[in-house]
C-alpha cells in the first residue's frame, strides 16, 4: 500500500482513490516487481528479466511504452507521479 494506490498480489487487484484500475499482466507485474522494492531503481534489463522472463528478446525500450502506459492508468491528474523515472539509469516507485 502507498497511501491511495492499493496493489494487492492474491487478488491481482490495483485500486487508486478507492477505485478499481485495470491493468494488463505486464503492467500490474511491473507495479509488483517495483512495489517489492520501492527504494531500488530497476533498470530496464532487470525489469525485462523479471517481468517478460530472462530468455524474452527484444528492445528493451518495450519497457518504457508499458510504464507510460501503467501512469496514465494509476496516475492522478495534478498530483505526483507513482512511477518515477531516474534518468539514465530506469524506473522505480515515488516514494
Not at 491511495?4 to 484500475?21: F, I, M
Not at 491493468?23 to 533498470?43: A, C, Q
Not at 534489463?45 to 523479471?50: H, M, W
Amino acid at each position: 500500500m502507498f497511501g491511495d494506490l492499493v496493489l494487492d498480489p492474491h487478488s491481482r487487484e490495483v485500486t487508486v482513490k478507492g477505485e478499481r484500475v485495470e491493468l494488463t499482466r505486464i503492467e500490474f507485474d511491473l507495479l509488483e516487481t517495483m512495489s517489492g522494492s520501492p527504494k531500488l531503481v530497476f533498470t530496464r534489463q532487470q525489469l525485462l528479466d523479471r517481468v517478460w522472463g530472462p530468455n524474452w528478446f527484444g528492445d528493451d525500450h518495450v519497457v518504457d511504452v508499458h510504464m507510460a502506459n501503467l501512469r496514465k492508468k494509476i496516475d492522478v491528474a495534478g498530483e505526483k507521479s507513482w512511477v518515477r523515472t531516474v534518468r539514465g539509469v530506469g524506473y522505480s516507485m515515488a516514494l
